[in-house]
């Protein structure tokens, strides 16, 4: 009796370990979202700032951060995209918190577009292709010095002495949080429609370029 009886009460503790495992799972708080599953789209809070630059009809608008993995799986299209329709893509800085040098890249990334716009758009593409390879500040570090000596340019050990980089990094930020940015990559197609809703978000990629052809129609019929 006392071995069935022991046996038994082992089955119930294992039975109540596991149920006690499953409702902390189910009752743990939500991650942060990320890069990884976002939110069916997101509820913009204020759309003054998706619109396109002066002087264009449709933009692609986009929110990233050079840390994320879907934003350097997007970026390849996103750029592909802008080329083949000759619009502006506008990229806005959104380094997540809990990535370890994604603030950092933004600031360097910065501090190339001083030298040049184009400059400073490649130097994030640099990054996205080579993002797994970065697995710490110091590659970091070495990576953006191997940009620079490419294109015969010394990156300074201090880019931002008077903090000012960082500050149009925390600008672009907070615009996304306005806005009501809650993950990266966050795209938008948005054009100069007069009427309805003249931006939205790219949920489905592969759905980019029609997008962008119904921002177009839609443009030229108002």
């Known amino acids: 009796m006392f071995v069935i009886s022991a046996r038994h009460n082992r089955v119930r503790l294992a039975v109540c370990t596991a149920a006690l495992a499953l409702a902390s799972l189910l009752l743990a708080p939500e991650p942060a979202r990320a890069q990884f599953g976002p939110p069916a789209?997101?509820?913009?809070?204020?759309?003054?700032?998706?619109?396109?630059?002066?002087?264009?009809?449709?933009?692609?608008?986009?929110?990233?951060?050079?840390?994320?993995?879907?934003c350097a799986d997007a970026a390849p299209m996103?750029?592909?995209?802008?080329?083949?329709?000759k619009i502006p893509l506008v990229?806005?800085?959104?380094?997540?918190?809990?990535?370890?040098?994604?603030?950092?890249?933004?600031?360097?990334?910065?501090?190339?577009?001083?030298?040049?716009k184009t400059l400073g758009d490649e130097y994030r593409d640099y990054v996205f292709a080579h993002q797994q390879e970065i697995k710490s500040s110091e590659l970091l570090?070495?990576?953006t010095q191997t940009f620079a000596s490419s294109h015969k340019l010394t990156f300074p050990v201090n880019p931002d002495p008077q903090g000012k980089l960082a500050?149009?990094?925390k600008a672009d930020y907070a615009l996304g949080q306005r806005i009501g940015v809650e993950h990266t990559p966050t795209i938008w197609v948005v054009s100069s429609r007069a009427k309805s809703t003249p931006f939205i978000e790219v949920i489905d990629r592969s759905r980019l370029f029609l997008l962008i052809e119904q921002a177009f129609g839609n443009t030229q019929s108002h």
């Open 78 to 85: 996103v750029r592909e995209a802008a080329a083949k329709y």
């Open 91 to 116: 990229r806005h800085d959104f380094p997540l918190p809990f990535h370890s040098w994604s603030f950092q890249a933004a600031v360097n990334a910065r501090w190339f577009d001083t030298k040049a």
């Open 41 to 70: 789209t997101t509820t913009v809070q204020d759309p003054s700032a998706l619109r396109p630059p002066a002087g264009s009809q449709v933009a692609i608008i986009e929110f990233v951060d050079l840390q994320c993995p879907d």
């Open 167 to 169: 500050d149009m990094v």
């Open 141 to 143: 570090a070495s990576t």
